[in-house]
């Protein structure tokens, strides 16, 4: 991993670390959410603010910020190079190499994050933008080149054969 952060000055996170990190981000947004975005056309009513999934990993922590007007992946930047906000850096991650923004979120000092969804008008609630939190994250673990993700990324359908299709050997028999 390009520039991961430590979660801490005495060592890796553990489970219980990266929610409480997950859940102070989650309530710095909240406090955003209310002061500055709730009267902004881009929030979403039916959504709320949830930190989804926070977990170690590489030495650092990530998971996936549910807000009613974005949904982002995000993990602490403190030990990150550039340190200006607005640039931007790879990290690696099972699935691949992902570009992450360095940004201030008070309370919380820097973080990387990177934009999935904004703005958020296509989940009707939060049932459905946690779902798909989860499976953002999932497949973000899921390494490339895993059984998995090569079932993934094949097509639903198999192509139909030509010969097949003109002997009318794929198309239905009425009797």
């Given at each position: 991993?390009?520039?991961?952060?430590?979660?801490s000055a005495?060592?890796?996170?553990?489970?219980?670390?990266?929610?409480?990190?997950?859940?102070?981000?989650?309530?710095s947004?909240?406090e955003?959410?209310?002061?500055a975005?709730?009267?902004l056309?881009?929030?979403n009513?039916?959504?709320?603010?949830e930190?989804?999934?926070?977990?170690p990993?590489?030495?650092?922590i990530?998971?996936?910020?549910?807000?009613?007007?974005?949904m982002n992946?995000?993990?602490?930047?403190?030990?990150?190079?550039?340190?200006?906000?607005?640039?931007?850096?790879?990290?690696?991650?099972?699935?691949?190499?992902?570009?992450?923004?360095?940004?201030?979120?008070?309370?919380?000092?820097r973080?990387?994050?990177c934009?999935?969804?904004?703005?958020?008008?296509?989940f009707?609630?939060?049932?459905?933008?946690?779902?798909?939190?989860?499976?953002?994250?999932?497949?973000?673990?899921?390494?490339?080149?895993?059984e998995?993700?090569?079932?993934?990324?094949?097509p639903a359908?198999?192509?139909?054969?030509?010969?097949n299709f003109?002997?009318?050997?794929?198309?239905e028999?009425?009797?």
């Amino acid at each position: 991993m390009t520039g991961s952060a430590p979660a801490s000055a005495s060592g890796p996170a553990d489970d219980a670390d990266a929610a409480a990190w997950g859940e102070l981000l989650a309530a710095s947004y909240r406090e955003i959410g209310e002061r500055a975005m709730r009267d902004l056309p881009i929030y979403n009513d039916a959504l709320g603010v949830e930190a989804v999934g926070f977990r170690p990993f590489n030495g650092t922590i990530v998971g996936i910020m549910v807000t009613s007007w974005f949904m982002n992946v995000a993990m602490p930047a403190g030990a990150v190079t550039p340190v200006t906000s607005g640039a931007t850096v790879r990290m690696r991650f099972p699935a691949g190499h992902i570009e992450f923004t360095l940004s201030e979120v008070a309370r919380i000092g820097r973080i990387a994050s990177c934009s999935l969804f904004s703005p958020m008008f296509q989940f009707a609630d939060k049932d459905a933008a946690r779902a798909t939190a989860e499976a953002a994250l999932a497949e973000l673990m899921l390494p490339a080149d895993s059984e998995e993700a090569v079932r993934r990324r094949e097509p639903a359908t198999s192509p139909i054969d030509r010969r097949n299709f003109l002997r009318g050997a794929l198309t239905e028999r009425h009797g």
